[in-house]
């Protein structure tokens, strides 16, 4: 059997992952991480759903969320954690199913087989069984309505390594499940579950979704349903019998159960809550901006914008708002500014956009940074040549320049020492100050006030202040390393 | 035994050459390096060096070369390749020698101590037993007059990991050995060592110079010098009966055995044809500027003038050609030009100077390319207004800031790339026209031909046109792989 394993280095597993990631995080490029087995997807598509659709002629695997169905967003999930093997089990409702899929197919290019379970009513069990004649080695057990972080399934396939065991994802925190009555309980003894259920009492734990199944599952299963009971958990039950099921804590992570309609609005209410970054937004990002740009990107998720496109969306509002400046006059200044803090606000939404419908790429971040700068380029252009019309002194251009290069150099002196130190510069009020978010707020102040060229002039000084402070520190730092000069 | 080893990540022990590097190495940092044995490094500097020194007042050990004696060379390519415990053995000029320890120690804070060889005119061997009441642990022994690149050593180290034999560092490239005859050539058979001699033949390598000294040496000394030959090699070829030694292939690094005057001179002019780097020198840098500069280092390296001190002279230096570019006129203008291509070429002082006396830092190398970016600032300022005296049009200041952020942004956009993509961007003419180098040598023919801000605008748009040149790139890439947005 190990000769069948799909073996391939971490690196080129995670490789999508990184692709998609949006900042670059330095630990886990270096941290060694060895070799994979990689194991395909079941996702268990085949279920009514009637809790959450009642009696619409929605199904549940093609409801969207936020710009994805579920099931597609299960795919991109278990696709962002590495897993390039699919099989979607259907059953009710499978025609609509089955053309969705084939869109994902073509739109992803990925390896999908349908598998079709006519013995769904009988309960999800019978859907994994449905699969037991095209998998022989461990696989991944999954339910299209269950959301839950990429993390977890890294860390989940991680844990399952070598494992001969089943093994099942549990989360100790129970007291933040939604719907704590319907969710499948179990009862831990360390590692080992002795018992499951939805009515068992007590429990340690819920069931979170995301099994490792062996082949010793189907034989569990098909003597669970020959007793009557077709459910999943009642194979598992078979399984703690004989001790071939342990737990796998993943209580660190966010997941929900997408099972009512409230659950849907609080998926959705967490998943936009999540975008989010509060060690990287800069003041006005964090109290501002993000609660904007998050209403604008959840109506974006449902238009077929690309992020790069959103990216370049922005970057054209900054440039209009920087045409007016140079136009003068205190009505198209006020409206440069709000152009201006317009463009700032959207500029968030690209990378929320991509987030939420997995579209990060090292590119779409690369270049909406290098935008970023033409478009401070740009401003800073437009706000001199409007000052320079009243004021036409080389003084103006000089202390546009000293502006400008403030702001680039800004960020230059951070991506340099980020380059060179392998981790962020410290973060800290200057640095905050130095951030384009506050830069095109104070921008657009300024534009308020009437007084563009003089919050420009006091934001570039901000920053060069800061890069002095920068160059300061590490200086100061170093001297008490007299080995490295 | 095991217990006494001091293991420790090799993160921390190449941290020191990490901080040494000038610029990044991406694969290095990645590359799961695990764990290593640390070895103390036993340094021979005891004998009398007649053929170097001949009958003038001038210690081996004490030589100078490009700035460092031979004795503190060896001790800082040991501290380079992260070895922190050394044992030195005098014995020829034992007091002068001290005294010089003395200094190194203090000057670098490295744990040294010093070991008295009375014996040292019976040969080397007797250095090395010497220090046999205080190692009990694999060594390392290294000769002070032999100089060679860190990388051999932590080659070197990595293969001794676990060896419970003794290792000698061999290369087989012995056509290229200045003084072949007084060579201590090998004869090999696998990796293992069948003879060891000045006259054996025929031979497959020679002696490099680096052991990894295991405690039954000892014994194999004693025994060769009560047979009346007090040499290292006598030693090894009692090693060779018990099939105790073998051979460590080195032929892929540089290495000198200083010897003579001529092996002396031969060394100081390798050395400063190292510091050229072929693949990140810009065309100015590689043809005109290194052949300069390495002079000027030459004569650098024997003042007190640190590496970070260069960089902020160089600094100055474009700055008075900044402010004499503002001046206007054709004389001050050539002036400005000539000091700005001086700027450039003191510029790649900094880094030879640090590399030729291992004074390489991360805060440097970011140090200068921040000074890198203000000095571009202010010569763009100076050109600008020495043109706007002429041409008081805001059209000046416009090209000016074009220029300018074409300048700045071209190295960003680099920076970002490395960051999102671990390795640099791809090379190309286009790239190599946006380097500094190329950028500063056309300021001073563009200043000769009396037209900096034209030339100015000429490379500002070259560097723009490279940054859509790589955006376009990339986004071509990308589009191949649908996969990632």
């Not at 197919?105 to 994994?128: A, M």
């Not at 037991?132 to 993390?151: G, N, Q, R």
């Not at 800061?466 to 300061?472: D, E, R, V, Y």
């Amino acid at each position: 059997m190990m000769k069948e394993m799909i073996l391939l280095p971490m690196n080129e597993i995670s490789g999508i992952a990184r692709e998609r990631e949006r900042t670059m995080e330095w630990k886990k490029v270096a941290s060694p991480q060895g070799y994979y087995h990689r194991f395909p997807a079941v996702i268990l598509a085949a279920g009514q759903g009637r809790r959450l659709c009642g009696s619409s002629r929605m199904l549940k695997p093609l409801t969207p969320l936020l710009g994805l169905t579920l099931l597609e967003r299960s795919i991109l999930t278990c696709q962002e954690a590495g897993i390039t093997e699919y099989y979607v089990v259907v059953g009710y409702g499978k025609e609509k199913v089955i053309s969705h899929i084939e869109e994902l197919r073509s739109r992803y290019q990925i390896s999908v087989r349908v598998v079709e379970n006519p013995n769904w009513k009988e309960g999800n069990g019978t859907s994994v069984l449905a699969v037991s004649k095209y998998v022989s080695d461990p696989f991944l057990i999954l339910m299209c309505d269950h959301l839950f972080e990429p993390d977890i399934l890294q860390f989940f396939v991680q844990a399952a390594q070598g494992s001969d065991v089943c093994l099942l994802a549990v989360d100790r925190r129970f007291d933040q499940i939604v719907d704590l009555e319907d969710a499948t309980k179990v009862r831990l003894h360390g590692q080992e579950i002795t018992a499951i259920g939805k009515r068992i009492n007590p429990f340690d734990a819920v069931d979170m979704g995301v099994l490792l199944g062996q082949p010793m599952l189907f034989s569990a299963l098909e003597q669970a349903r020959r007793d009557g009971d077709g459910s999943l958990s009642a194979g598992v039950r078979y399984l703690i019998d004989e001790r071939k099921i342990q737990a796998v804590d993943v209580s660190d992570w966010f997941w929900i159960d997408v099972d009512t309609r409230e659950s849907l609005i609080h998926a959705k209410r967490t998943l936009l809550a999540n975008l989010s970054k509060p060690e990287e937004d800069g003041f006005i990002s964090y109290y501002l901006n993000r609660h904007l740009s998050r209403r604008i990107s959840e109506q974006l998720v449902d238009t077929p914008l690309t992020p790069n496109i959103i990216t370049a969306l922005s970057f054209l509002v900054v440039l209009c708002g920087a045409f007016l400046f140079s136009v003068g006059g205190y009505f198209w200044t006020l409206l440069a500014g709000l152009l201006v803090q317009l463009g700032s606000i959207v500029d968030g939404c690209d990378g929320e956009v991509a987030r939420l419908k997995f579209q990060s790429s090292r590119f779409g971040a690369w270049f909406d940074t290098v935008l970023d700068r033409y478009a401070d380029v740009a401003i800073v252009q437009g706000i001199s040549y409007g000052y320079w019309l009243a004021h036409p002194v080389a003084f103006t251009w000089l202390g546009g320049i000293l502006a400008l290069t403030g702001f680039v150099l800004a960020s230059y002196v951070k991506k340099e020492y980020t380059l060179r130190y392998h981790h962020r510069p410290p973060s800290g009020l200057l640095e905050k100050l130095s951030k384009r978010d506050l830069r095109l707020f104070g921008l657009f102040v300024g534009a308020l006030l009437n007084r563009p060229f003089e919050a420009m002039i006091l934001l570039g000084l901000v920053s060069h202040v800061w890069i002095g402070w920068i160059l300061l520190t590490i200086y100061r730092q170093k001297r008490h390393k007299p080995l490295c000069n």
